[in-house]
């Protein structure tokens, strides 16, 4: 066995570390959100042109052919950065599922240009009508001589306004299962409305108004979209837990540095007990989180059959340790910890949103528990 | 022992309950009606007051009929009183002010015509609330103190005419001594009042700093250098409210229809087994933390003062909010973070998470938890 990273990825680390430590401080980040797109596009390709959007393409793609520890390596540190890029989006949902059920033709038109940051995509699955469930398809498509078409309204589309494809599920002709269809943001009848999720990231309602889909949208065979969304939710779970364990290190370390700092009855706060107590616990959480991620990648990474077990009881970690680590950041900072202007609140509100993104801890506690072991 | 009210009590609940009946503005804006439902409560005799003593115009409730009044009143959506005068301030003027701070303070602050803030926290001054440093030097001539100094947190300040503030006046002895309790007006030009955005982005607290800010000593409440024994029996005000919960009853009932509406399978997000026992949990503790207020309300009617255990009601009552507010957080998935003008999904979501963000203070403000622990332990349970 071994764990330890290897010299890329040490040096990949570093350099993404120091880019964002420079590059995209929380002041600038701030500018980002009150923007309508929500992120930059000049970041998008600056980060394509350091290799972060390539970096588990294959090299036929425009790739660096790296695996899923990389991108989680990648993503750990999107995390500490709270990057807005749609990361999370195009990379960890659309392209696993176009890498796994797509056609030649599909992975042609779509995936060199992620490499090379020339487009970015969105997974247009949830639907008002049922919120904690991602198969649900009251959106409908129908075969037609053309193709299909697609009618029906998605929310909390990751990137909608952005992206230049999405990936959406439907009732093909009435079906009980999903089909998914990839569909061009610009084709006739699609409307996107955007917004700002709690923790500056964008989000879109997007109605797609009988849009006329060529045979060619299809991805997967019909009826299929089912076991594909389950796929992109798999590695949904994989980046966001990253992520997330990027934003609990710094959270956990800027909360101790702070209990350093702040003098309270003539002492320091880390002089207290109680305090010192919680930001060990704080410590615990974070490295439970940590571990869990990191198997559990491992095991998607070899397609062992524990993974599917492994990602209900790494959502359930994660979403229990980011809200032990985040509410108790915001606890010890006291008042400051309530302020915007402090990225305390920041991280809060991230890890509290991804506690919420594919599902709490109850349902994945539910779901590891009656999975074989 | 006896569970049951007696016969003057339960006629005494029925007076309230009628009452509300006849002037809860069903179905109606709250605030707009505010007016009508305090002048209503005033003409029951002092039902608007109902904490205040019989000299100064209170109901003088014994303490059942406090509980009972108190009771009822937050089983309904009445409109709320801002707690810093009637609750927080008009007690001190009661006991230490003159009868000129009296005559010319109370009235307004009965009516609701001139709003208070509470000037306590400062930047160096959060759990150690004793450290604050906001000078106020009296002037030469004794009729006037000069105030500079900055305070933080300070809830509604921006809509406030007036605060009451902890000022430091002798830097000499121990901390707790030193400190004056003065009333300034917010329209003074020396006071400038910054909105502090909060988790969220809501705006209710503020800083607010003093500069050369003149205070004729009329304005003192009580005498110089005593202002921490004032402060001290306010906080202790704060640190009760019965009130707390009943609304978190009321808010579990809500956070159950709340999932019960959110489809989950076959079934709700209520069946779900660990979302359930969350929510039984909290209804076991409920009942538990009620019956322990009622013991402290027992032990004051038959003469007594409240037992330590009244000491954990802040504390216990606080930490089952927050616990209610992530049941809705839960309920309202990532609907909860969509955060533009119009909300998609369920249509408590948004305004869930708004409250479990917001809710965060609540362990935090009138003594923070951590700090509240330590003083049980050495005030109640004698650990040094």
Partial sequence: MDLSLTETQHLFVDSVSRYLNSEYPLSHRQTLVSTDLGYSEAHWQTFAELGWTG????????????????RMLLHEQLGKGLVLEPFLATLGLCVPAILWAGSDEQKEMLLSPVATGQLSMAAALQEASDPLNLQAIETSASTNDEGFILSGTKSMVLNGTGADYLIASASLDGAETPTLFIIPADALGVVVEGYPL?????????????VQLPPSSQLGEAGQGSQIIDHMIAHGILCVSAEAVGAMEVLYQSTIDYAKERVQFDHPLAEFQVVKHRLTDMFIEYNLAKSMCLKTTLLVNEQSPDASRHLHGLKYLVGKAGRFIGQNAVQLHGGMGMTEDLMVAHYFKRLTVIDALFGHTDLHLDAFVNAPA | MDLSFSDADLAF???VRTFIDEHVPKGQALWTKRSEWFKALADQGGWDIPKWPVEFGGPGFTPT????FDLEMAKQPTPPVLPFGVGMLAPILMQYGTKAQQDRFLPSIRDGSVNWCQGYSEPGAGSDLANLQT???????GTHYVVNGQKIWTTLAHIAHWMFCLTRTDNSGAKQEGITFLLIPMDDPGIEVRPIITLGGSHSVNEVYLTDVVVPVEQRVGEEGKGWTYAKGLLSHERTGLAGIQN???????????ARSIPLGDGTLLDQPNFRSKVGALEAELLALEFTEIRTLAQVAAGGSPGPESSILKLKGTEIQQRISEL???????????????????????????????GRATTIYGGASEVQKDVIAKNVLGMG
């Fill in chain 1, 55 to 70: 970096l588990a393409l294959p090299e036929a793609f425009d790739g660096l052919g790296g695996d899923l520890i990389d």
């Fill in chain 1, 198 to 210: 709690l923790d500056g990231y964008a989000a879109a309602e997007v109605r797609f108004e009988s």
């Fill in chain 2, 13 to 15: 609940q029925t007076k």
């Fill in chain 2, 65 to 68: 009929q406090r509980y009972i």
């Fill in chain 2, 135 to 141: 000078r106020a030097v009296l002037s030469d001539d």
């Fill in chain 2, 248 to 258: 978190s009853v009321l808010a579990l009932e809500k956070a159950k229809q709340n």
């Fill in chain 2, 328 to 358: 809705n957080l839960e309920a309202g998935g990532l609907f909860g973070s969509a955060w533009g003008l119009h909300s998609p999904g369920p249509s408590f979501a948004r305004g869930a998470t708004q409250h479990y963000l917001g």
